[in-house]
């Protein structure tokens, strides 16, 4: 949710510093929380003998996660406008947290 919060922002960036700096700190929440939240449950789903192969193939998802959606973004942003390609972040990331608390 925060991660579509902080794309929503960006579309309706506000020239201050103290928004931007808003923004900016809704991103390190977001992504601090991600961070440890994925590697905890990725060490309690997996086996302790595969936990390294695990954490690897989860850095790689992620990886190649990141850079199909610099794609996908740069392609909207570019070829409409900067709004569309964070429209299209708070949409997945919305979506995503959708399904996340639908499998609770």
Do not use: K
Request: charged fraction near 10%; aromatic fraction near 10%.
């Amino acid at each position: 949710m925060l991660s579509s919060l902080m794309a929503i922002g960006w579309i309706v960036a506000m020239p201050s510093v103290w928004y931007l700096g808003l923004l900016f700190a809704l991103g390190g929440i977001y992504i601090a929380a991600e961070d440890a939240l994925e590697g905890a449950i990725a060490a309690g789903l997996l086996p302790e003998d595969l936990r390294g192969s695990g954490y690897g193939l989860m850095a790689t998802i992620n990886g190649l996660g990141d850079f199909v959606s610099s794609i996908m973004v740069g392609l909207l942003w570019t070829s409409f406008t900067p709004g569309v390609g964070f429209a299209y972040s708070a949409i997945l990331s919305l979506i995503g947290a959708i399904i996340i608390l639908r499998m609770r």
